[in-house]
């Protein structure tokens, strides 16, 4: 099954950009993946899906245009410009696997990014 | 508007077991997929759960099966997570899910507690 690798941490100044990664292991390079914003004591938020080509489908409700995607090779990164602190958050990217009579959705470990 | 209100969260001892409910509107419920993912205190996420559209297709995570239930009320848009055995280590706050979807929302969760 898919593994989905995050750096546990990221930080970027106010009106700055910053981009997270989600690494898939070798196997599942073809796998789309779900980003996540989780804002403290908040329920996690869709932000948007990342599929090889980029976008797939449409941004979450009320996603701004400052966070967008971008695919290569093995990362499904997601990019925020022009940092607000409105977007200090736990950011997780999450796959669903399904083969044969089995099925999972991994979730990856999860970047707290820091606003400075 | 879409919403996911869960409700149900307790303080319960070792062994015991917790009925979580997960009411629903602003969707077409009964078009929709429907998980449980949960988030121990500090950690990241972890589905545990899937219900498909009409509740004949099933999944769980290794760590919750034979022990959770998940079941669905097309009629009355609901959820619902039948757990017990519940041990420590599923103190958690549980979110009800409309995914996967085009369109993932979560609810702001449901705290459960298993101390003795």
């Known amino acids: 099954q898919p593994v989905l690798t995050q750096p546990p941490s990221a930080s970027a100044s106010l009106g700055a950009s910053v981009t997270l990664t989600c690494t898939l292991n070798s196997d599942y390079n073809t796998y789309k993946v779900d980003w996540y914003q989780q804002r403290p004591g908040k329920g996690p938020r869709f932000v948007m899906r990342?599929?090889?080509?980029?976008?797939?489908?449409s941004k979450g409700a009320g996603i701004p245009d400052r966070f967008s995607v971008l695919s290569s090779g093995l990362n499904r990164s997601l990019i925020i410009k022009n940092i607000q602190e409105e977007d200090e958050s736990d950011y997780y990217c999450?796959?669903?696997?399904?083969?044969?009579?089995?099925?999972?959705?991994?979730f990856g470990g999860g970047t707290k990014l820091t606003v400075l | 508007q879409v919403q996911l209100i869960e409700s149900g969260g307790d303080l319960v001892k070792p062994g015991g077991s917790l009925r979580l409910s997960c009411a629903t509107s602003?969707?077409?419920?009964?078009?929709?997929?429907m998980s449980w993912v949960r988030q121990a205190p500090g950690k990241g996420l972890e589905w545990i759960s899937l219900i498909s559209t009409r509740g004949n297709t099933i999944y769980y995570a290794d760590s919750v099966k034979g022990r959770f239930t998940i079941s669905r009320d097309n009629a009355k848009n609901s959820l619902c997570l039948q757990m017990n055995g519940l041990r420590v280590e599923d103190t958690a706050v549980y979110y009800c899910?409309?995914?996967?979807?085009?369109?993932?929302?979560w609810g702001q969760g449901t705290l459960v507690t298993v101390s003795s």
């Open positions: 899910a409309r995914m996967p979807s085009e369109a993932p929302h």
């Open positions: 999450g796959a669903d696997h399904g083969s044969g009579s089995t099925f999972v959705w991994l």
């Open positions: 602003g969707f077409k419920f009964s078009d929709s997929y």
């Open positions: 990342v599929g090889t080509g980029g976008l797939v489908g």
